[in-house]
């Protein structure tokens, strides 16, 4: 195996894999358009195979029931789920702590246990509009906070029961300020849906104006001051997990389009006959190989590293250089196929619209770049 990923590991993708063909693949001709969500029973029976195997249990804390699992199986899991490009695996994991994974007391009660027992949903309020005057910010009274702004790219937003908002709270005097994540409930009065919208790969956000919101200091999690580095360690473990996934769909493109260019085609042959075929087909194996080469040493690094930072710069790196990859092997892939990879409903038009999110979300391309260069120049982190 190119990644040597060990006796254990091996025996986890065959587990997956075994799930992906006996389970998912059957359930799949239950499914309706592309771009409908999976019906109700077919998401529990997904859900139902996946606690049996194990697999759902994977992102959750081992004190709800989880199983603890480190970044490496984790990105073996992932990856082999992607490279299904199933459109049941999204149901495959039980929903994670995310940014609440340390909540206690009241917080913990309210929100991150309904969250794991899938009662809750939240939603993660951190982007502000390009044009936004002053970033969120929050005022103490008494027990309270008092917040005011606008987030503008809330996903799943009209559906969640909760909000984890970043704020700044402004230094009074009293108390220092410093950034803070605070639980906002929806419903809560000066909290104003201001538009529900959707993006190019089929998701759905809104925009959420906070105005004078009024939310107990017992909702902040964690301290005040905290917010911005708990804000990107929950960041940095959702980019490996996109990386593992632009792995895994590079593969499953990758093999597409060799079963594609090796048919018989209307030109007498194959398009693989063709040796500029052969070159573009010869480059996307070049990249995929080399996604997958990357994606599985900074897995390991992770694996090895006590704390997340010690990771980081790689992470961003494979995050920036995956999600890229996969935006070009698509692009060729759809070139080698001509016509046809553009009808709506194709898969290689799908993952167009799909992959293409990927670049911004998680932090865009560029901006990771530069925090690379910044880990280096100013605090001599980062390896090559
Ligand atoms: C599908 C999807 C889901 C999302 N879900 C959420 C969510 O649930 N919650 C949430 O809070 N946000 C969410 N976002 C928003 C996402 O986090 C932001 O789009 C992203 O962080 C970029 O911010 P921005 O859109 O404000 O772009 P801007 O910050 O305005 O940047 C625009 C562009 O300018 C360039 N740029 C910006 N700064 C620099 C710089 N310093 N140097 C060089 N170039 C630069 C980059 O090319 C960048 O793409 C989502 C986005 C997408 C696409």
Redesign the pocket.
């Known amino acids: 195996m190119p990644e040597s990923i060990g006796a254990e590991l091996e025996a986890l993708r065959a587990k997956v894999q075994a799930f992906i063909d006996d389970d998912l693949r059957p359930l799949e001709t239950a499914l309706g358009e592309d771009g409908e969500e999976a019906s109700e029973e077919t998401r529990r029976r997904v859900r139902e195979r996946s606690r049996e195997l194990g697999l759902f249990q994977m992102t959750q804390p081992e004190e709800f029931g989880g199983v603890r699992t480190g970044p490496l199986a984790l990105t073996v899991v992932r990856e082999t789920l992607a490279a299904a490009n199933s459109r049941l695996t999204r149901y495959v994991f039980g929903p994670g702590p995310g940014a609440l994974g340390s909540a206690t007391g009241e917080l913990r009660a309210r929100y991150l246990e309904p969250v794991l027992r899938g009662e809750k949903q939240g939603?993660?309020?951190?982007?502000?509009?390009?044009d936004a005057q002053r970033p969120t910010w929050a005022t103490r009274d008494g027990d309270d906070l008092v917040v005011t702004g606008r987030?503008?790219?809330?996903?799943?937003?009209a559906e969640a029961d909760f909000y984890t908002v970043?704020v700044n709270v402004e230094d009074d005097g009293s108390a220092p300020g410093g950034t803070a994540l605070v639980v906002i409930d929806r419903g809560t009065p000066g909290l104003v849906m201001q538009r529900e919208f959707r993006?190019?790969?089929g998701?759905g956000?809104i925009d959420l104006r906070i105005e004078g919101v009024r939310v107990p200091q017992a909702n902040v999690v964690g301290k005040i001051g905290e917010g911005m580095p708990r804000a990107l360690g929950n960041i940095t473990s959702m980019r490996l997990g996109l990386a593992a996934q632009a792995s895994g769909l590079a593969m499953w493109v990758t093999e597409f389009t060799e079963r594609s260019i090796t048919a018989p085609h209307r030109g007498g042959g194959k398009l693989a006959d063709r040796e500029g075929v052969r070159l573009h087909y010869g480059e996307m194996r070049m990249q995929t190989y080399a996604v997958r080469s990357m994606l599985y040493r900074t897995a390991r690094l992770a694996e090895a590293s006590s704390k997340e930072e010690e990771s980081m710069n790689e992470i961003m790196a494979t995050k920036v250089f995956a999600t890229e990859t996969l935006g070009r092997v698509v692009d060729t892939a759809i070139q080698l196929a001509g016509g046809q990879a553009l009808i709506i409903g194709h898969p290689l038009e799908r993952l167009y619209r799909e992959v293409?999110?990927?670049?911004?979300?998680?932090?865009?391309?560029?901006?990771l770049?530069?925090n690379i260069a910044r880990g280096r120049v100013e605090f001599g982190s980062g390896r090559l």
Do not use: C, M, N, Q
């Open positions: 939603a993660w309020a951190f982007t502000e509009p390009g987030k503008s790219y809330v996903s799943g937003g970043l993006s190019l790969e998701g956000h293409r999110s990927w670049r911004i979300a998680e932090g865009p391309s560029d901006v770049r530069l």
